[in-house]
T-cell receptor
């Protein structure tokens, strides 16, 4: 069974540009979660999508947005990039919101803003 | 506001020793407590988890101890090995969302 896949692995952008990160969940998983892992700050919750809808978002500005497609894959968009957006962005999936176990994470996209 | 507080931030243990990482929480609605292990360049992977109706869960060299009244739980790694060197995150679930600790960087010295 393929795990959660994220692309690209690395992304370098200039301040002010837009970044698009992609995530494919495990087959059969309908929930997708996005986290930002900045150095020394642990995992900060960004967004949760389920069945194509945004269900919850963390304490991040509106320039962080995303969507979930009919095949349950997801996209995270970060507009007007700032230097402090440099981080590892992790996507996780779960079979359904009420599944008894934890997330399965992808390997992440390392975003560097210069 | 950090919903789950984790300590220490970093930990160095000799091979064969016991590694102990602690987490504390306030939200009594949390009903599931997993630990994740993350190696450099990889995403976190589920290591072991416990529910609040159990005081201890053991899987191989990894044990979770859970103290519901104190709202604390800890990960014990027995006979720590260099291959255990990684970052460990505790987490807690409320409803459909997980809240993570800030992570502990464990280094096991040969």
């Amino acid at each position: 069974e393929a795990g959660v896949t994220q692309s690209p692995t690395h992304l370098i952008k200039t301040r002010g540009q837009q970044a698009t990160l992609r995530c494919s969940p495990i087959s059969g998983h309908t929930s997708v979660y996005w986290y930002q892992q900045a150095l020394g700050l642990g995992l900060q919750f960004l967004l949760w999508y389920d069945e194509g809808e945004e269900r919850n978002r963390g304490n991040f500005p509106p320039r962080f947005s995303g969507r979930q497609f009919p095949n349950y894959s997801s996209e995270l968009n970060v507009n007007a990039l700032e230097l402090e957006d440099s981080a590892l962005y992790l996507c996780a999936s779960r079979q359904r919101p009420t599944a008894p176990y934890g997330y399965t994470f992808g390997s992440g996209t390392r975003l560097t803003v210069v | 506001q950090q919903q789950v507080k984790q300590s220490p931030q970093s930990l160095i243990v000799q091979k064969g020793g016991i590694s102990i990482i602690n987490c504390a929480y306030e939200n009594t609605a949390f009903d599931y407590f997993p630990w994740y292990q993350q190696f450099p360049g990889k995403g976190p992977a589920l290591l072991i988890a416990i529910r609040p109706d159990v005081s201890e869960k053991k899987e191989g060299r990894f044990t979770i101890s859970f103290n519901k009244s104190a709202k604390q739980f800890s990960l014990h790694i027995m006979d720590s090995q260099p291959g255990d060197s990684a970052t460990y995150f505790c987490a807690a679930r409320s409803g459909n969302q997980f809240y993570f600790g800030t992570g502990t960087s464990l280094t096991v010295i040969p």
